[in-house]
C-alpha cells in the first residue's frame, strides 16, 4: 500500500469478482485509507504506465462536474508523470485492472484556492469515482507463444 501523508485520500476499492483482503492504515490527520483488492492481481499500476479508465467527477455535495461515461470513452494518460492532477496522479498508483476505486482529493492536490472553469469553485475537495479499465508500461515486455491446432 502506497502512503502519501500529505494527500487526504479516501480510497475504497472493490473487487470485479470478489473481496480477498482488507487493510485499513491510518495517516493520522490527513485521514483513513480503506483497501479491497482484486485476486489475483498479477500486477500494480506505477509510474509511467499508461491507462484507460472511466470516472466521475464531482464536487463533496455531490454536484457532478465531469464524466468519461458521459463522453462514452475512457481517460486516457501516462500516470505519476503529472499530467493529470497531483490527487489523481498519486490515487491511481499502486491499483489493478478491473479495480473500481473513490479518490477524495483536497484542493491543494487539485485546482487550489482558484478552481477552474465554472464548475469547480476555489478550494474544492473533489472526488472522483474511477473504474481501471487496463495499463501497460511501454517498457514491459510481450511473450508471443504459438499454438499447434
Not at 470478489?18 to 479491497?36: D, I, Q, Y
Not at 475537495?125 to 511501454?138: A, E, G, S, T
Amino acid at each position: 500500500i502506497l502512503c502519501f501523508p500529505q494527500i487526504i485520500i479516501l480510497i475504497l476499492s472493490f473487487a470485479v469478482t470478489h473481496v480477498c483482503a482488507l487493510m485499513t492504515r491510518t495517516w493520522g490527520l490527513a485521514g483513513l485509507l480503506l483497501e479491497w483488492t482484486r485476486d489475483p492481481c498479477p500486477r500494480k499500476s506505477e509510474v509511467g504506465d499508461f491507462m484507460r479508465y472511466h470516472y466521475n467527477g464531482s464536487l463533496l455535495d455531490g454536484t457532478l462536474f465531469d464524466s468519461s461515461y458521459s463522453r462514452n470513452s475512457t481517460y486516457d494518460t501516462y500516470i505519476g508523470k503529472g499530467y493529470v492532477i497531483a490527487g489523481m496522479d498519486q490515487g491511481l498508483l499502486g491499483v489493478c485492472v478491473g479495480e473500481r476505486r473513490r479518490i477524495v482529493i483536497p484542493p491543494h492536490l487539485a485546482y487550489g484556492e482558484e478552481g477552474t472553469g465554472t464548475k469547480i469553485p476555489g478550494s474544492a475537495v473533489l472526488v472522483f469515482d474511477v473504474h481501471i479499465i487496463d495499463f501497460h508500461n511501454p517498457s514491459d515486455t510481450v511473450e508471443i507463444t504459438s499454438v499447434k491446432l
